[in-house]
């Protein structure tokens, strides 16, 4: 047992995890380009859900104390529209799992969380493209910003902070249920309840009684009032701590289990 | 055991009340082939995924390239090149970018990785489909590039789990060939199969694993020794009923003869080799049958295989030895 073969490549072990994170961003970004689901839920839906919410919508809501109704709507379809793209990463890693990239991931001397860490950059670089193409054509249609170009910033960096969270919790969902179908569907379904009983829409003081103490509660409610705040101006501090903490708690959570199913994950 | 590329002692594995692996011990030497056979559900593929550090044993231990698998895990990645059942290979890139993929997180520069992938879609035979997308691609192109990515750090031992499963036979002749060259080579080589034909053609060393168990062991001419003795293939002449012949030549060897009527054929299980001729000839001569083929040889590898795991084989085989029949129910890989 002692005469070690001499590693493949030539190195010991283990090759930098950052390395191997910016790899497996690589393939996925490429398959961004290449998978037509993929695409579409980067550009065709955002630009739809923009134009759709705005004008079928838009006529027939007021929100009262804000001026155009989509400086209210955006940032409400920004968390709609990451969260919709990330089902598909639940879909793509029961895809991998079922195909067995898995196991060859699994197989080779990388760290385990360079393979799900390398999913969520790329879908960080997708979230920002979503977003930078929400506001875009939100901009054209009269959306703007009120709070200046630091708040703005501060917009698009939580809305990619969301994707991350987004994306864990979708990696933890498909490694689970290991099956697309089941995962797309395990990702869309919480997205859609939470979306419609929060504030993304319409304010939260028009909703019935019983449902106001959800929706406040609602993680959409706090993260597109953060986004809100930001975009219109008035006190953020409160409303961005409340969001940095939702999503902080849902990284804490899903973060090590989602390494967890990874490292137990059998194809079979 | 220094020039052991692996090491397996007492592995065990249980998936909720299905045993997979029941004790298994083997070992590979450097540079030589392992084949692996047996049955679906024999516990094949749960031996290679904790060899190749997927999966941890619940007891015994095991050591690939001098590392202990489960402490050393990452020691043993480094090492190791993995094709597993399904052909592991991203669809929506080309073929060369996958391999270049996983060149680069075996640590290869990109250039290193770009040239050996180079090399090896060459010498697959891959180099004109290298530039498409591998959606694209056939079952067997596609098992193919699998087994290209899983060379391409050029591992000190390779695991190929039923790599030519779903080949055409023009495929897996291709890579019987490559498998071949690689092994000349010295590449250490474990190789499972279902196919009885692959393990004698590749394979250095056999062992035979059913229910989780090795249940023989050896070169493939010690299996077929293994078999009981040889066999006396006697064909009956067109319009005499090879059941008469088979009556005729009962009690003769070590075994009941299994009739194959289709083919009018007769194959007794024999032992004392060409002694036994006078006595066929004269139960031949008593019996007024005759013969149109009659020939002793040594048992193919498919009925030593059929002997020791006991599987049903077409008429009424060679019954299985008293081990076989001995498994308790519980112990088969049930479907879920």
């Not at chain 1, 109704?69 to 089902?87: E, M, Q, R, T």
């Not at chain 2, 043993?76 to 060149?103: H, K």
């Not at chain 2, 009962?250 to 054929?265: K, N, Q, Y």
């Amino acid at each position: 047992m002692t005469a070690a073969a001499q590693p493949a490549a030539g190195r010991g072990g283990r090759i930098p995890a950052r390395t191997s994170v910016m790899i497996i961003t690589g393939r996925n970004l490429r398959r961004l380009t290449r998978v037509p689901t993929l695409l579409v839920f980067a550009t065709v839906q955002p630009v739809l859900f923009v134009l759709l919410f705005t004008y079928a919508f838009g006529g027939a809501i007021h929100v009262p104390g804000t001026g155009r109704y989509i400086d209210f709507l955006l940032p409400g379809i920004v968390v709609l529209a990451i969260g919709f793209g990330a089902s598909q990463t639940g879909v793509a890693i029961a895809d991998d799992l079922s195909l067995g990239m898995v196991d060859r991931f699994r197989s080779l001397p990388i760290p385990g969380i360079a393979f799900l860490a390398g999913r969520v950059a790329a879908d960080a670089v997708r979230n920002l493209f979503v977003t930078g193409l929400m506001v875009g054509v939100g901009v054209a249609i009269g959306f703007r910003f009120h709070a200046g170009p630091a708040a703005a910033l501060a917009v698009v960096a939580l809305a990619v902070a969301t994707g991350v969270a987004f994306s864990w919790l979708n990696l933890l969902l498909g490694l689970a249920v290991k099956e697309s179908e089941s995962a797309g569907l395990a990702g869309l379904f919480p997205v859609v309840i939470l979306f419609f009983t929060s504030s993304a829409l319409v304010p939260v003081a028009t909703m019935p009684g019983w449902l106001q103490a959800f929706a406040r509660a609602n993680p959409v409610t706090v993260i597109t009032g953060a986004l809100r705040a930001l975009c219109l101006g008035g006190p953020t501090a409160r409303p961005v701590i409340q969001a940095a903490a939702w999503l902080a708690g849902l990284l804490v959570i899903t973060i090590p289990a989602a390494i967890a199913a990874y490292k137990r994950a059998a194809s079979a | 055991m220094a020039d052991m590329a692996v090491v397996a002692q007492g592995l065990g594995k249980r998936f909720g009340p299905v045993i997979a692996l029941d004790g298994v011990d083997l070992e590979l030497p450097a540079g030589t082939v392992l084949g692996v056979l047996g049955p679906n559900g024999a516990g094949k593929t749960t031996m290679v995924r904790i060899l190749a550090t997927l999966i941890r044993p619940d007891r015994g231990r095991a050591w690939v390239a001098g590392f202990d698998v489960s402490a050393r895990p990452d020691a043993v990645r480094a090492r190791i090149g993995l094709s597993g059942q399904y052909a592991a290979v991203d669809p929506f890139l080309t073929g060369l970018e996958n391999m270049v993929m996983i060149g680069r997180l075996y640590g290869m520069s990109a250039r290193q990785a770009r040239q050996r992938a180079a090399e090896l879609t060459e010498r697959l035979d891959l180099a004109s489909s290298a530039a498409r997308l591998v959606r694209t691609y056939s079952g067997g192109t596609r098992r193919r590039l699998d087994v290209a990515a899983s060379l391409l750090a050029a591992p000190a031992v390779l695991f190929l789990d039923e790599p030519t499963t779903g080949l055409d036979p023009q495929g897996r002749l291709a890579l019987w060939r490559v498998l071949g060259e690689l092994t000349a080579s010295g590449t250490s080589l474990l190789l499972t199969t279902q196919y009885i034909e692959e393990a004698e053609r590749l394979a250095t060393t056999i062992v035979i694993i059913a229910h989780g168990k090795v249940i023989a062991s050896g070169t493939p001419a010690q299996l077929r020794a293994g078999a009981g003795g040889d066999r006396l293939d006697a064909e009956s002449p067109p319009g005499q009923d090879p059941r008469r012949l088979a009556a005729a030549l009962a009690g003769l060897g070590t075994g009941e003869p299994t009739v194959d009527s289709a083919a009018g054929r007769v194959v007794v299980p024999v032992a004392g080799g060409a002694a036994i001729l006078p006595e066929v000839a004269a139960r031949l001569a008593a019996s007024g049958l005759t013969v149109s083929e009659l020939a002793l040889r040594r048992p193919t590898l498919q009925e030593a295989f059929l002997t020791l795991t006991g599987e049903p084989a077409a008429g009424p085989a060679d019954p299985p030895p008293a081990s076989a029949a001995a498994w308790p129910a519980s112990r088969t890989r049930s479907p879920k």
